[in-house]
């Protein structure tokens, strides 16, 4: 229980960090027929990235079409954004994956030239 | 009156409440880059995240809340994402490892990684935060001297969902 403590306080005093969660997503009927959706969460503590990459695959990273507001979106620092990503009904079975990529701006102000990725995994 | 009195004390008195305060673990993945990386110039021909060569290498950390949920995978790089103009060949080499864990847990992580070509994958199976280094070297040309001017390159940092 500690461990857990102390690891989320730990997380807490993160500034330099990428989160996307929930890590498993479930699907749902949304408006439309024939078409499911998720709610993501991307929170961006990366003071050097602003924009943000979403994808989505099937098992064998092969990418599945999607729909969302904006496929590359612009996301502040520490701001914390919900993204719908909508998919066709009879994509069900092959979607796998929801990632979301920092984009690094070439010969931009990024010291680090780390790209993070996190994926979500529908079961 | 001493009854008004006794009325208005007990409207205005303060009263015991219980608060609740709510919290939620939820199973996630945090990336962070811990250290920028730098190249070392320790040959014309030779560019090199190793200290030993001049260099830093580039570290990256991974927090997972709950075990085995994530694998992190880390693709080192295998191009320039910014140099001068190159007009020969660059050999690419690297090794992701394991710098620093925050569980005796971890120490395992790099017996049982996997690498395959620029990419190397850790299961992440115990709770915590692991800080992997990766270092990288590029080989311009036959020995030929890289050209002057400003090189960068990205490592990826990869959190999956297992």
């Given at each position: 229980m500690y461990r857990y403590l102390i690891l989320l306080l730990m997380m807490s005093g993160h500034a330099n960090a990428h989160e996307f969660t929930p890590t498993y997503p479930k699907l749902k009927n949304s408006y439309v027929e024939g078409v499911l959706y998720t709610t993501m969460t991307l929170f961006n503590?990366?003071?050097?990235?602003?924009y943000y990459q979403f994808n989505v695959f099937d098992k064998d990273w092969n990418k599945v079409p999607f729909a969302m507001q904006d496929k590359t979106m612009r996301i502040k620092h520490l701001e914390k954004k919900k993204i719908d990503v909508y998919i066709r009904e009879k994509d069900r079975k092959e979607v796998k994956y929801i990632c979301s990529k920092s984009k690094l701006v070439?010969?931009?102000?990024?010291?680090?030239s780390i790209s993070s990725r996190i994926c979500s995994k529908i079961k | 009156m001493k009854k008004l009195v006794i009325l208005l004390f007990c409207a205005f008195s303060a009263q015991a409440e219980e608060m609740e305060v709510v919290g939620n673990v939820e199973s996630k993945c945090i990336v962070t880059p811990d250290t920028a990386g730098v190249y070392g110039?320790?040959?014309?021909d030779v560019l090199s995240t190793d200290p030993t060569d001049g260099g830093v290498d580039p570290v990256v950390r991974f927090d997972v809340?709950?075990?085995?949920?994530y694998k992190a995978r880390i693709l080192y790089p295998?191009?320039?994402?910014?140099?001068?103009?190159?007009n020969d060949v660059v050999a690419w080499t690297g090794d992701v490892a394991t710098?620093?864990?925050?569980?005796?847990?971890?120490?395992?992580y790099d017996a049982a990684k996997v690498e395959f070509d620029n990419v190397t994958e850790f299961s992440l199976t115990v709770a915590g935060s692991t800080w992997f280094k990766t270092e990288t070297q590029a080989d311009y040309g036959y020995g030929k001297a890289f050209p002057g001017g400003v090189y960068r390159a990205v490592v990826s940092a990869e959190c999956i969902a297992i």
């Open positions: 503590k990366r003071p050097d990235v602003e070439v010969g931009g102000s990024s010291k680090t | 110039n320790p040959t014309p809340i709950q075990a085995s949920m295998t191009s320039f994402s910014e140099s001068p103009a190159l710098s620093q864990v925050s569980d005796t847990g971890m120490s395992g």
